[in-house]
C-alpha cells in the first residue's frame, strides 16, 4: 500500500460526510439521545465510532489478504493493475453518485443487505445501551451495514497488496468518516443542509472524479 492510496481512502471518507450522515446518522443520534440525561454522551458516541472503524478495518484487512494470497498463488501479479483499474472505474462511479447523476450505488447496496439481515438483530440485542462498553459492539454490528461508499473504499483495500495494507487503507477511510459522524444528534441535523448542497456535492465529486482519473491512468499505464 501506498501513501497516495491511504490519503485517497481518508478523502473518500471525508467528502462522502453528506452519505455518511444519510446511511448511519441517524442510528447514531437515536444511540445518542437513548443515553441517560445525566450521562455524558461524548463516550458513546467515541466507542460507537471506534466499533463501526474496527468493522472497516476488519473488512478491508480480510478482502486485502485474501486477494494478495490469490494473487500470490497464482502468480497472476499483473491481474494487481486489472483490480486498481476496477478501483478507480468505482471511484468514478461514486463521484457521479455523489453529484446526483448516476443512482446506481443504491444497487450494490442491496446485494450486501442479503447479509445484513443476518447480522443486524444483532443490535438490538445490545439495546439500550447500558454503559459506554456496549456502544462499541453496537458500532461493530453497524460497521456493516451495506453502504456504497464502504464498498467504494473496500475496492481500495483489495488492491492494496497485503492483509495489513487492506486494513490501514480503511483505517484511513474510517478516519475519513470521523469529522461527520462525530457530529451526531442536534449539530448533525445543522450541517446536513451545508453537506447536501448541490454545489458542496458537485466540488466534492469533481475531487473524487479527479482523484479516480489519476488512478485510472496509473492502472492503464501498468496495463499497456
Not at 458537485?202 to 501498468?222: D, E, P, R
Amino acid at each position: 500500500m501506498t501513501n497516495v492510496d491511504f490519503i485517497g481512502a481518508l478523502g473518500i471518507g471525508l467528502l462522502g460526510a453528506g452519505h455518511c450522515l444519510g446511511m448511519c446518522g441517524g442510528v447514531a443520534a437515536a444511540m445518542s439521545f437513548g443515553v441517560p440525561a445525566e450521562r455524558a454522551k461524548w463516550p458513546y458516541i467515541l466507542l460507537y465510532n471506534l466499533g463501526r472503524i474496527t468493522s472497516y478495518i476488519v473488512a478491508g484487512t480480510l478482502i486485502g489478504g485474501a486477494v494478495a494470497s490469490l494473487l500470490a498463488l497464482s502468480d497472476l501479479t499483473h491481474h494487481l493493475a486489472v483490480l486498481r483499474l476496477f478501483a478507480a472505474v468505482m471511484m468514478l462511479l461514486l463521484a457521479a453518485y455523489m453529484a446526483q447523476l448516476w443512482n446506481g450505488l443504491s444497487y450494490i447496496e442491496r446485494i450486501g443487505s442479503k447479509l445484513w439481515r443476518y447480522i443486524s438483530p444483532l443490535s438490538s440485542k445490545l439495546m439500550p445501551l447500558r454503559s459506554p462498553l456496549y456502544a462499541y459492539p453496537f458500532g461493530v454490528v453497524w460497521g456493516w451495514l451495506p453502504c456504497g461508499l464502504v464498498y467504494s473504499a473496500l475496492s481500495w483495500a483489495a488492491v492494496a497488496g497485503s492483509a495489513s495494507g487492506g486494513g490501514l487503507v480503511m483505517l484511513g477511510f474510517g478516519l475519513g468518516t470521523l469529522p461527520a459522524m462525530l457530529t451526531v444528534g442536534a449539530f448533525a441535523e445543522r450541517i446536513k443542509p451545508i453537506l447536501n448542497n448541490r454545489l458542496v456535492r458537485l466540488t466534492c465529486a469533481i475531487m473524487l472524479a479527479v482523484y479516480g482519473l489519476y488512478t485510472l491512468q496509473g492502472a492503464l499505464k501498468l496495463l499497456i
